[in-house]
């Protein structure tokens, strides 16, 4: 009784250090957003600038919901945040990846923005791709561009999408004489559902080799 007593004692004390997971709740797609009166271009006022630091990557992530502000694009109404980036000389590329949420995947489309808030260069859903665990696109800046808009893309919203998955295992034995390895693997499909909400990173990676 009293081993059982300083056990439990002893797992309550790492779950306040928070070596316990948390498993996150799903999250309903929000597929519509109908009745929203939406602006007719991004509010750069509100924007926080993105971190840079050189030879490295810093990093925002933002769960998109609907309280956000919400844009009128060219396929439809929107949610959006805009950030300002780092004003610097040196060599950086942009990245945008969404990352699924119990099946909800935000399905992001891309705006850059010159310092007056007027459109320089646009990435539609159509062109955003699946890197890693991430859905998005990378973009190398232009001197030119003041703000990044991340929108939600209507065109995409409310379609899905299915991945296969791949896990490879290798395992080594011997016989005695020589070493072999067994190789064996697993396969498991994700399906998404592409919607105006979800989870998405901002990453900027600085460009300059390492001497």
Known sequence: MQFRTYRLAALSSLCLLGACAVQERPLPPLTTLSGRQCAASADIATAAVLLYKTKDETKQVVDMADAMPCLKTASGAALYVVYGLPQTDEPYVIGVASTSRGGTLFAPQVMLLA????VKR???GKQMEFRGEGYGVRIPKHGDEAYIV???DPATVGSSTSRINDATQVTY???GYATYAIHSGTESQDTYIYAHNGRVTVTVTSLVPPK
Do not use: E, H, L, R
């Not at 310092?115 to 007027?118: I, K, L, P, Q």
């Open 173 to 175: 034995a011997s016989n």
């Open 122 to 124: 646009t990435f539609p």
């Open 150 to 152: 991340v929108a939600s």
């Open 115 to 118: 310092g007056d808030g007027s």
